[in-house]
C-alpha cells in the first residue's frame, strides 16, 4: 500500500517538473514567440484562409501525440489569418504586434483584478488605464468604470447602471419598467442585455434610420411617444458611435438633447467607433459623447487590441457601484489607496486586458492610434470611391469609417439576388485570396468590407473589389446559361 502510495507521489513529482522545468520552457517560449510572430506578419502573397477548412479541422482533431509546438504550429497554419492585408471581413482587429506579445506576459503574471490584494501592481496600472480614456471621452473624474470581456458586457453593465439608476433598488427587488429606445441598426446585445436585465425584449423599440443607416433624430419624438403608449414612463435611449453593419454614426448631440427633455438615461455604444476619439480627422464623430450617462468602448476594435479588451464607462461613478457592490468578506476588505475593481464589474476574476493597451499608450502614444484609425478608413473611402465608378458594383451608403457596404448594381428577384451575394462571398472566402463579410441592409443582402487591418493598402482593396467583379460577372453568366439551356429544352419538347 506503502509502495504504491510512493509510486504515485513520484509520478505526481515528475509531471510538475515537466511543466515547470526552466529550460524546456525557455525552448517553448523561443518557438511560441516563432509561431506568433509569423502570425503577425502575415504577407500578402499566401491565402486568407486555407482552402478545405472543415478537412484540415478534422484532422487536426484526431492527430494525437504531436509536440505541444506542432500541434500550435498547425493550429495557426489552419486559422483564418487576420493579419494577412486582404482579411477585409470582421470587426476584430489585426492586433498591434507588441499587444499580442505582451498576451503571454499577461497570462503568465495571471493578475486577478477583482482585489487589489491580488493585483498590486495590475489594479493601478487598470486604474490609471481608465483615468485616460475618461479624458479622453470628456468625462469627470468621478465617472467610473472598468475594462470588460467586449461590447456586450459594457452594454449589459451600462443598462444595469442606467435601470438601477432610473428605478431604485430594481437588483434587488427585481422590479423595473422602462423602455429601451434603440436605432435600428443597434447591435443585438442591446436587446439582449434588456432580457437577461428583466425589462423583457419587448420593451424595445426600435427608431427608423435615416439615408446614411444612422438613427433618424427626426423620428425619435415619435418613437418616445409610442414607448409612452405601450404605459412606459421611464427611459433609455441608445445613441450609436459606429454602427455594426455600416459604421454609421449617429448625432449624439442630438439625442442627448431628445433624452434630456424625456428624462432618460442616454447610452452610447462607441464599441466600434471608440477609437475615433484618437483620430485627429474623424474624432468630430463622437462629439457629444462626452455628455452620455454611459459609454461602451471596445480597445479590441479600433484601437487594434487582440480579443479581449472591451470597456465600460459611467458618469456618475455611484450609478455602477450601487448595484454591484457585494458582501464577501473572504475578498473584499476595509478601504485602501486602490479600490476591489470586482465591486463594480459583472465578473469576479478580471483579466489584466490593461497591461497590453496601456503598454501601446505608454511606449508608443495615442497618436498610434490616430495613424492606425487614419489608415483603415481611408482604405474603406477607397473602396466607396471604387465602387462609385465600377460598371459591376455600387456603393449602398457612403463609408463614414472603416466599414462599407455595397451590392451589384444589376438588379434581379429578391431570392435570387440575395443568393447571388452570398455565393460571391462564400466563393472569394473560400479562394482565400480575400475574406470579407455580407449584412442585410433594407431587407436586401449586400456585401460588407470591415477594414480592420492598418496594413491592408489601397491596392489590396482595388484587388479585392476586381477579384469579385469577376466573380459575379462568372457566376452571372453561369445563371444566364442555365436559363438558356432551360428555355431552349423546354422549347423542344
Ligand atoms: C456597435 C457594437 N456594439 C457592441 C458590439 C459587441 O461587442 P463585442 O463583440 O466586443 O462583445 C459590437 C460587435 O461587433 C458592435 O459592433
Redesign the pocket.
Known sequence: MRKKTTTRTHAHERVVQRLWNPRSIQKLASDLATISCDALTEQTGGLVRPPGSDQIARRILRKDGRSLPTLVRAVQKASLHLSHPRYIAQ?VAAPIPAAALVESVVAALNQSLAVWEMSPIATPIDRDLMARFKKAFGYPRDANGSLVP????A?LTALLAARDALCAGASKTGKARIAVIVGFQT?Y?LSRAAGILGLGTDAVFPVPLDRDFSTDVTRVPEVFTAARGAGFRKFILVG?A???PTGSFDDLVALRDAATKEGAWFHV?A??GGGLAFSSLQRWRLKGIGLAHSI?F?P?KMMFMPLSA?GVLVRDGAHLATPLKEQAPYLFGSKRAWPDIGQFTIGCSQRFDALKVWLVWRAYGPQVWDALTTRVCDACHAAFRYCSQSDVLEPAHESQSNIFCFRLRRRGSAVAYDRLHWTIKETLNESGFAYISSAVLDGRRVLRLSVMNPRTSLADIYATLGRIESIAKTLIKRTENKREFMRSATSRT
Open positions: 470587426q467586449g461590447g456586450a458586457f452594454n447591435h446585445s450609436t459606429g454602427s455594426t455604444d464599441a466600434h461602451t471596445d479590441h472591451g
